[in-house]
C-alpha cells in the first residue's frame, strides 16, 4: 500500500471517528428529535453571529485544500511540507489523542451535551471526567485533532488554517458559554471557574473541586 494512502485513511478515519462522537452524543441529547431540518434551524439561531461568517470564511478553504490533497495534490504542491515519516505518524497518533478527549468530553456531559449556544432547564453542572481538569476540554480536543491534520497530510495550509478555524471558534463561543453557564448555575459555576482553568491543561488544587452532583 502507498504511504501517502495510509495518511489519507488515517485522516478519513480519524475524522469519521470525530463525526460519529458528535452524531451520536446530539441523538443522545434528543437533538435531532425534530428533525435534521430543526436542528439546523435550531443551531443557526443559537450560534454566535461572528461565527456565521468565520466559518464559512475559514473553513470552505481548508476543505478545499482537503479534497485537493486527496484527489490532485499537484495542485497544492506550494503549501505540501517534506516532513519525515515519524512526524507524520506522530500526527496520527496526535489526532486519536485529540479524538479520544473529544469522546471523553461527550462522554462525561452525556445528556447534557448540546451543539448550540443553549442552556435547558435538566441541565447539570459536569465537574466530572475531562471537566475536572479545563472548563472546555472540547475545544482542546479540537484543536489538537486540528493540528494533526497537518502534519498528516504535511501541508502547512490544512494545519495552520484548520488550528485559526477552531481557535477562533474557540475565542467567540467561550465568553459566550461562559454567561449562558453563570446564568444557569449561578455561585457553583462561579466557584467552578475559580478552581478550574478554561483551557490550559494546568491542574490547580483550591478547595473542595467535588461535582455539584455529588
Not at 40 to 66: D, K, S
Not at 115 to 124: A, H, M
Request: aromatic share 12%; net charge positive.
Amino acid at each position: 500500500m502507498p504511504v501517502e494512502l495510509v495518511f489519507k485513511l488515517a485522516f478519513v478515519a480519524l475524522f469519521a471517528g470525530a463525526v460519529s462522537v458528535r452524531v451520536h452524543y446530539q441523538r443522545l441529547a434528543g437533538t435531532y428529535r425534530e428533525g435534521v431540518g430543526r436542528h439546523a434551524e435550531t443551531h443557526l439561531a443559537h450560534e454566535a453571529r461572528p461565527l456565521l461568517i468565520i466559518r464559512p470564511l475559514l473553513g470552505i478553504p481548508w476543505y478545499a485544500v482537503v479534497v485537493l490533497w486527496f484527489f490532485a495534490p499537484q495542485w497544492i504542491a506550494w503549501c505540501q511540507m517534506p516532513l519525515p515519516l515519524w512526524l507524520r505518524l506522530g500526527g496520527i497518533a496526535m489526532g486519536v489523542a485529540g479524538l479520544m478527549l473529544l469522546w471523553r468530553s461527550h462522554y462525561a456531559l452525556g445528556r447534557n451535551f448540546r451543539p448550540t449556544l443553549e442552556v435547558f432547564s435538566e441541565q447539570q453542572l459536569v465537574r466530572t471526567g475531562p471537566y475536572g481538569m479545563v472548563r472546555h476540554p472540547m475545544y482542546i480536543a479540537f484543536l489538537i485533532m486540528l493540528a494533526s491534520t497537518g502534519l498528516i497530510s504535511a501541508n502547512w495550509f490544512i494545519g495552520i488554517v484548520g488550528v485559526l478555524l477552531v481557535a477562533s471558534i474557540t475565542l467567540v463561543r467561550i465568553p459566550r458559554e461562559e454567561a449562558l453557564l453563570r446564568d444557569r448555575f449561578g455561585a457553583a459555576y462561579t466557584s467552578y471557574i475559580q478552581t478550574t482553568p478554561a483551557v490550559a491543561p494546568i491542574q490547580v488544587f483550591r478547595g473542595d473541586r467535588r461535582s455539584i452532583q455529588d
